[in-house]
């Protein structure tokens, strides 16, 4: 028999691909980061780092962020298009912004500011807050600041006034009517605008976000409004502001087909308003779009992506030259917008599974059991024939028995417990049916149909639509797998349920490497072992479009840097506690407790209810309130426990400077 070994669960995760150098399995079977890929610049172990984690006092689901790995992201993207630059000859620069909407925690974004100013990276603002955020955070005047979105005359302002501080800022036009507000603006004012258009191309994307590309498309000019907004600009004596030239064909862009398309498009565009007179037109703003590749498989397939970096930086910088120099138009300096390959990889939610449901049944059924109704009679010689030869048409005759038996109950025709028995042996039967069916050559629908039924239910210590909401909204997959007990084999096939009490929190689908699976390999639970699962590259756009269905909310959240001889944690962010949570939706903690008090001291009156258990009551709801919205093993006191209260946003438990040798 083959012995099982971590290069057989590196290659039935596929760690290694979707992993790209920052994940992967070592030999003591757990998950090992390496956020530089680089593993003489440091890398720790997931499984060791939350132990340390819960130690100090964190709990789980935890988030945990390595902005070691986005530093590594935004030297990899620049250094593929200074590559290109360079073998093309382009005669332009690269700048890239990052769209603060991706990801806009505080401290990822001084983060990525920080380590972005080696390559004069930006930021992108799609909305006035999110300028606000930019303007304070970026001081760099060789970085672009690129203002998006919905604009109203304060947002417009804001912009123009903080180019005197030398902010390097550039408003998009995204909808016609905001030329006017602009040109009012800058005369009001007294400051000429550096601006953008943004144009709708023809050309769409791939993938899950096509609609942000096409005509119908929410942002942008169309041809007529870019003719138009040209000649408007010039006869209002604008004309030089025209700097850029933007577009966007949405998200999670799956083909490299789709991007040349759209850059093909676009070049054409910005030569002709080059020639029809925009001569300090100078900036060619690609978008976002760049994908990851979720599941490693490298293919066009929307939780995936068919090209490299380099593949990317290569056709964005061959096709703009190749159009400039056909129509005799200087090089445009080249801004891309990528959010989710810049974040996507950062960070991991580590949550504890609390208990599994496992459909299988061992035991024998005896027939003497089954003798109180046809249909128990029928069924248990269906258990008893079935073999190699009978296995499909059995299969199919004993779940049309099972559907049957739901009718026969409604009707009237089955009691509970005939309907209890018919439930048992339908398990035996199916535990049965897998066990033959393992060694069949052939799969069948039937072996499916059989499998599906058996999937083991594991309980899990997080809320999808807080942590992953992606999965939920538009079934997006995300790297699921054990964090540790990698050199064993996983013996079950499992689904993911969350803490919410609704049934879409669950996770039924995974990636697999050349296609989606419907249960994922996971490890039988050890009595007094917690099993820990990780759920990868969260980064992008889960946290922010999290609810708080349940009232689940944030999660306690940490920043890891890697360093050669340990790791080091930066933040600390405590999660949501319920009395936050409640005070979000306008409940107060106080007001609660009085009322919760006047029933209590009711039910003494009446007798209904001891003093102790009283006490016992009301101490419950204090701790609950103040506690984590998650699952808490034992109300564990946390020495990291915020001393005071802090705002939702921003807050910052305690900063741990500490260095942790390996
Ligand atoms: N720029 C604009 C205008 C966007 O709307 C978006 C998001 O869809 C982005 C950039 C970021 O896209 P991505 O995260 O796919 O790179």
Redesign the pocket.
């Known amino acids: 028999m083959d012995v099982w070994n971590t290069q057989k669960s590196s290659a039935l995760y596929n760690i290694d691909n979707w992993g790209a150098g920052y994940f992967k399995i070592n030999d003591r079977g757990t998950v090992q980061v390496n956020p530089s890929r680089d593993p003489d610049l440091g890398s720790v172990d997931l499984k060791e780092l939350v132990d340390d984690l819960i130690e100090r006092g964190s709990r789980t689901p935890i988030l945990v962020r390595f902005p070691n790995i986005v530093q590594s992201r935004i030297r990899d993207l620049a250094s593929a298009f200074h590559k290109s630059i360079s073998e093309y000859q382009y005669g332009g620069n690269y700048r890239g912004v990052y ?1 603060i ?2 990801n806009q925690q505080r401290f990822l974004v001084e983060e990525i500011v920080r380590y972005g100013a080696e390559t004069n990276l930006g930021l ?1 603002a ?1 909305s006035k807050p999110e300028l606000l955020v930019a303007l304070a955070l970026m001081d760099n005047p060789e970085a672009l600041l690129i203002c ?1 979105g919905f604009k109203d005359e304060e947002y417009i302002e804001t912009a123009l006034l903080a180019q005197k501080l030398g902010r390097n800022i550039i408003i998009v036009i995204d909808r016609y009517s905001e030329i006017d507000l602009v040109i009012e603006a800058a005369r009001n004012l007294n400051i000429k605008p550096r601006i953008g258009f ?1 144009a709708k191309l023809e050309s769409r994307g791939s993938g899950k ?1 096509v609609e ?1 590309s096409g005509i119908n498309s929410k ?1 942008g000019l169309s041809a007529r409004e870019l003719v138009t907004g040209l000649e408007h600009l010039e006869r209002e004596g604008f004309l030089t502001s025209l700097e850029l030239l ?1 577009f ?1 064909i ?4 799956t083909a490299l087909r789709s991007i040349k398309e759209s850059l093909v498009e676009a070049s054409r565009i910005f030569a002709e308003l080059y020639h029809m007179g925009a001569k300090n037109l100078h900036y060619l703003d690609v ?5 990851v590749d979720y599941d490693g498989s490298q293919t066009n397939w929307e939780n995936s992506i068919n090209y490299s970096l380099q593949e990317y930086a290569n056709d964005v910088i061959y096709q703009v030259m190749n159009i400039c120099d056909q129509k005799k138009v200087p090089h445009p300096h080249i801004v891309t ?5 810049l974040v996507a990889y950062h960070s991991v939610l580590v949550f504890d599974i609390l208990g599994i449901h496992d459909p299988k049944c061992s035991e024998e059924p005896i027939e003497t059991d089954y003798q109180s109704h046809d249909l128990l009679k029928k069924l248990f010689q269906e258990y008893q024939d079935l073999g190699a030869k009978n296995f499909n048409e059995s299969v199919q005759d004993v779940f049309k028995m099972r559907d049957d038996s739901t009718s026969l109950f409604s009707l009237g025709f089955l009691n509970l417990k005939q309907r209890a028995l018919i439930e048992r042996l339908f398990q035996a039967y199916c535990t049965k049916a897998y066990k033959l069916a393992k060694a069949f050559k052939k799969r069948t629908p039937e072996m499916d149909s059989i499998e599906q039924f058996l999937r083991v239910s594991y309980y899990s210590n997080f809320s999808l639509f807080q942590s992953a909401p992606d999965t939920w909204a538009v079934d997006q997959l995300f790297p699921i797998m054990p964090i540790h007990r990698l050199g064993e084999e996983p013996s079950e096939r499992g689904i993911i349920l969350d803490l919410t009490c609704d049934s879409d929190g669950k996770v039924d689908q995974f990636i697999d490497v050349h296609d989606v699976k419907n249960s994922l390999e996971l490890h039988k639970l050890k009595d007094g072992e917690p099993y820990y699962v990780g759920m990868f590259l969260l980064g ?2 889960q946290e922010i479009l999290g609810d708080l269905h349940n009232l689940f909310g944030d999660t306690d959240s940490v920043h890891v840097s890697v360093t050669p001889s340990g790791y080091q944690i930066d933040h600390v962010v405590e999660g949501d506690s319920v009395n936050e949570v409640l005070g979000y939706l306008e409940y107060d903690r106080l007001s609660l407790l009085r009322r919760l008090r006047e029933s209590a001291e009711k039910a003494l009156e009446k007798g209904h209810l001891t003093k102790s258990e009283s006490r016992l009551l009301l101490r419950h709801y204090e701790e609950a309130i103040a506690g984590y919205t998650y699952l808490e093993k034992g109300g564990v006191e946390s020495s990291l426990r915020p001393v005071e209260s802090l705002r939702r946003i921003g807050r910052e438990r305690e900063v741990v400077v500490e260095q942790k040798a390996e």
Do not use: C, D
């Open positions: 769209p909407k991706v992108e799609g998006n943004r976000w942000s942002f933007h966007h949405g998200s999670q862009i978008g976002g779009g760049l994908g917008e990528a959010g989710r390959a992008a756009y």
